[in-house]
């Protein structure tokens, strides 16, 4: 099974840019989807985006689409190859102030299901994302 760990979560101010990843490893000989969610204070965990490899495509929340971009560097094919995943986060607002998280799931087309957070197992650790005005 695949292991997920995020990293890269920081404090910035409005209007500014972060990349966070997802290192991913443990499968092997296989494609799979990762999935990025967020946790804002006080509110339910929602899905933003998914990138699913093998040409799965990618597949934005229309919340995020345009600011947010998923990307993926590595070979999901090389037995114990470590794969990162990245979600670029443009023009940040307090309102992207969360909690981040990854998870992933079976391979399939990228498409609106991959906003639901039923569809996805296992998941990181997260990583903070605060945003200053």
């Known amino acids: 099974q695949v292991q997920l760990m995020e990293s890269g979560g920081d404090s910035v101010q409005a209007g500014g840019s972060l990349e966070i990843s997802c290192a991913a490893s443990g499968n092997s000989f296989r494609v799979y989807c990762v999935g990025w969610f967020r946790r804002r204070p006080g509110k339910e965990r929602e899905g933003l985006a998914c990138?699913?490899?093998?040409?799965?495509?990618?597949?934005?929340?229309?919340?995020?689409k345009g600011r947010f971009i998923a990307s993926h560097a590595g070979d999901t094919s090389e037995p114990g190859a470590l794969n990162t995943f990245k979600l670029q986060l443009n023009n940040l607002t307090s309102e992207d102030t969360a909690q981040y998280y990854c998870?992933?799931?079976?391979?399939?087309?990228?498409?609106?299901?991959?906003?639901?957070?039923?569809?996805?197992?296992?998941w990181g650790q997260g990583t903070q994302v605060t945003v200053s005005a």
């Open positions: 998870a992933a799931t079976d391979p399939r087309y990228a498409g609106s299901w991959c906003l639901r957070p039923g569809e996805f197992d296992p």
């Open positions: 990138l699913c490899t093998g040409g799965g495509g990618t597949f934005y929340a229309d919340a995020v």
